[in-house]
């Protein structure tokens, strides 16, 4: 029998689910955008994949999910929609089962939203490097106390967002998305061997650079070579694509605006997203 204190009491509750206990399952954040559910193939892509790494079964086909998110979406001109598959069944952290429950929610963003290019913002360094490389790194999965942490840090510094660095020292992503850097000759972002997610929008920032014609390269970047970079941005399907204007600790100022690579990639985006 579980009991949750509240207010003075106890209470009984029901069994708590195994994405409470052990952070047992996956998630993925959509942005419904004028009453369509944006890269959902890529979404649902990753969710299939992560819940074979973690061999969780889907309660539903794919074509079915996405069907029904499809008619979910449809009310919302702009909104997050949550997925999250979790474990069924008790067990301490050997799991009983491979079946799997489903949840979505929906809510709507604010009205006033910049998107796909986001408002210029200033970062910080998280000083707890933690990410690591793993079967399921490239997944968002349930176990994000790191991020929560890195989040609650960037608050406290007066910061809109935190860099997160690897368990190694390199950079990695940040506390919702992942980074990207222009030094004059190539567009860069984490490896994935940093235990980065492997953004969607990442993916779709990738892609809109390479038709630009712009050298991309993925790899293991020490946090000074921000310091040689003409401008940073960041990424994830909520915000889009995030200019970074400063960082906390660093005297140098990044190009954001008219005539940067950055604007170049967003304008290819909204021809994309329509």
Not at 4 to 15: A, N, R
Not at 87 to 93: L, M, N, Q, S
Request: glycine share 10%.
């Amino acid at each position: 029998m579980w009991r949750l204190y509240v207010k003075g009491f106890w209470q009984e509750i029901t069994l708590p689910s195994r994405g409470e206990l052990f952070g047992d399952g996956i998630f993925e954040t959509i942005h419904v955008w004028r009453g369509k559910c944006l890269f959902l193939s890529d979404h649902l892509r990753r969710l299939r994949e992560g819940a074979q790494v973690l061999s969780l079964q889907l309660p539903l086909s794919m074509e079915a999910l996405e069907k029904e998110l499809r008619s979910f979406c449809q009310a919302y001109e702009n909104a997050r929609l949550k997925l999250v598959l979790y474990r069924a069944g008790e067990g301490t952290y050997t799991p009983l089962t491979s079946e799997a429950y489903l949840k979505v929610h929906i809510a709507p963003l604010p009205g006033s939203f910049s998107f796909p290019v986001a408002r210029p913002q200033r970062l910080v360094i998280f000083p707890s490097g933690f990410t690591v490389f793993t079967p399921w790194s490239a997944y968002k999965t349930l176990s994000a106390v790191g991020y929560v942490q890195a989040a609650a840090y960037a608050k406290a510094q007066g910061c809109e967002e935190a860099i997160v660095l690897s368990a190694e020292g390199y950079l990695s992503e940040t506390s919702r998305g992942n980074i990207f850097f222009w030094d004059g000759k190539a567009l860069h972002t984490p490896s994935l061997r940093t235990g980065c997610v492997r953004g969607v929008f990442r993916m779709q920032v990738i892609q809109a650079a390479r038709q630009l014609g712009l050298p991309i390269e993925e790899g293991l970047y020490p946090v000074e070579k921000l310091a040689e970079a003409e401008e940073v941005f960041t990424t994830n399907v909520i915000q889009g694509l995030v200019p970074v204007i400063g960082m906390k600790g660093m005297s140098k100022t990044f190009r954001t605006g008219q005539g940067t690579i950055g604007e170049a990639i967003g304008g290819l985006l909204v021809d994309i997203i329509g």
